[in-house]
């Protein structure tokens, strides 16, 4: 079965600063996607980045990077030159062909920035 | 364009109340989704139409009924609920439902029964 495990329930990071947040995940298949959502106090789940099983380069969107490790099975999402307005919750997802149209998400990172 | 719509954005209803929530797409989209998240947890997959077609059923208890009118609206119909089923629902749509395609999200509707 599908797993995604977020591990940090929580992270700070000073304003302009880089923060990653760590996402581990479990499949027996192949083929899979991999999404960041940021979910702000206002509830809208905002897509963020994808990375595909058989992309070979790590996903770049902006200010956002996914550090993909196949062999990890990890897919850690870099933010660099945090603002403000990244305070939010973080979910990693996944959706595989076993799973076939269910995304399953982590318990996600709340992540705080400081001025 | 990625926006997804929903109404209302708060819904206040009592147990015996009958009321709907709707979800809009003009992404072309043919899959949507509904999702239902509880305070401090992720979402959780309720309903998958694909095509117009009713592909996933997550269990979800008959208070609940989703309705597909056409490739661009998702409702879903609320009857008879408890107070437990209060929580912010998510619709979502992706160009299809295989498993690279991404899912964009609504803004939801915060949901409280009384």
């Known amino acids: 079965a599908q797993k995604i495990t977020q591990t940090q329930p929580g992270m700070f990071v000073q304003e302009k600063e880089a923060v990653t947040l760590d996402c581990t995940y479990d499949?027996?298949?192949?083929?899979?996607?991999l999404f960041w959502y940021k979910q702000p106090s206002s509830g809208e789940m905002i897509f963020l980045i994808y990375q595909g099983s058989y992309d070979e380069q790590n996903a770049t969107e902006g200010r956002y990077s996914l550090n993909f490790q196949k062999a990890r099975k990890s897919a850690n999402l870099v933010i660099s030159a945090s603002q403000l307005g990244d305070s939010a919750m973080y979910f990693c997802a996944m959706r595989d062909i076993t799973g076939f149209q269910k995304l399953v998400f982590g318990t996600g990172t709340r992540l705080l920035v400081s001025p | 364009d990625t926006e997804v719509t929903q109404t209302p954005k708060h819904l206040v209803m009592g147990m015996t109340n009958k009321k709907s929530l709707k979800c809009e797409q003009h992404m072309g989209h043919r899959a949507m989704y509904w999702y239902k998240q509880k305070a401090k947890k992720p979402p959780e997959l309720m309903f998958v139409?694909?095509?117009?077609?009713?592909?996933i059923n997550e269990s979800v208890p008959s208070r609940f009924s989703p309705e597909c009118p056409n490739s661009s609206l998702l409702n879903l119909h609320l009857h008879a609920l408890q107070p437990e089923d209060s929580a912010l629902y998510l619709c979502?749509?992706?160009?299809?439902?295989?498993?690279?395609?991404?899912?964009?999200f609504g803004p939801g509707t915060r949901l409280t029964v009384l």
């Open positions: 979502a749509s992706s160009q299809t439902s295989g498993s690279t395609d991404t899912q964009y």
């Open positions: 139409y694909s095509y117009e077609k009713l592909s």
């Open positions: 499949t027996s298949d192949q083929s899979y996607g």
